[in-house]
């Protein structure tokens, strides 16, 4: 059987943002349609991580935003930054925040979403809502903005599973629009790209042990 052509991702030349900078992390808004490790196919190599290693050839990943996904990143600047900041990932001591525009209108002001994550292996990277074998999975939103065909949601995942906003949100029948993954044929054709954003971050600083928290508005 023949093998289907490898998936080449579009290469994003939008820059990366450097918001904040000190001797141990950066905080940096990934662009949309940039990967933030490298793929697996060589012409897949462009990402966040190759690109800030020509300037900080010591930066590492400590956390991922999807492809789609734009928004706000903490990257480690040496092993010591990155063993502590994985270790509140891991603790769920990091606060993180995104924006994200769904279809239609959400009538609850604020609410839960307690659905537990597996991978779909019969169509990967998919995922889905598996009860028997699934992951816990929670996301806590906030409404915004209600137009008569979407809302604008605060999400505050509370978990990290992968995709867990957009199979959540597509769940309670709210699709993130623009999602070529979980949103229905209407709510994919209303927006160019994927509303979802990382917006704030927030967790302990390595050395100082302050709290350090960073913003990056969305653009749309």
Known sequence: MQQPPPYLVPH???????????EDLLLV???HLLLTIPGRHPLNRDCLITRLQQRYPDAS????????????MVIP??????????RQFQQRRVEKSYHAIVYGKVERDSGEIDLPIAPDWADRPRQKI?????KSALTR????????????????PVT??????????????HPILGCDMYAHAAALAMADRLLLHATELGFEHPTSGAWISGESAADF
Do not use: M
């Open 12 to 22: 994003s030349q939008e820059a990366i943002q450097i918001l904040y900078e000190d």
């Open 141 to 156: 939103f906030t409404v915004l903005q209600r137009l008569p065909d979407r809302t604008r949601l605060l999400l505050q």
């Open 61 to 72: 990943i400590v956390h991922r935003l999807d492809l789609d996904t734009s928004g706000i």
């Open 77 to 86: 600047l040496n092993k010591a930054s990155h063993a502590h900041i994985s």
């Open 130 to 134: 598996c009860h028997d074998r699934g």
């Open 29 to 31: 808004r990934k662009p």
């Open 160 to 173: 990290g599973r992968s995709h867990q906003l957009r199979i959540h949100l597509s769940t309670i029948g």
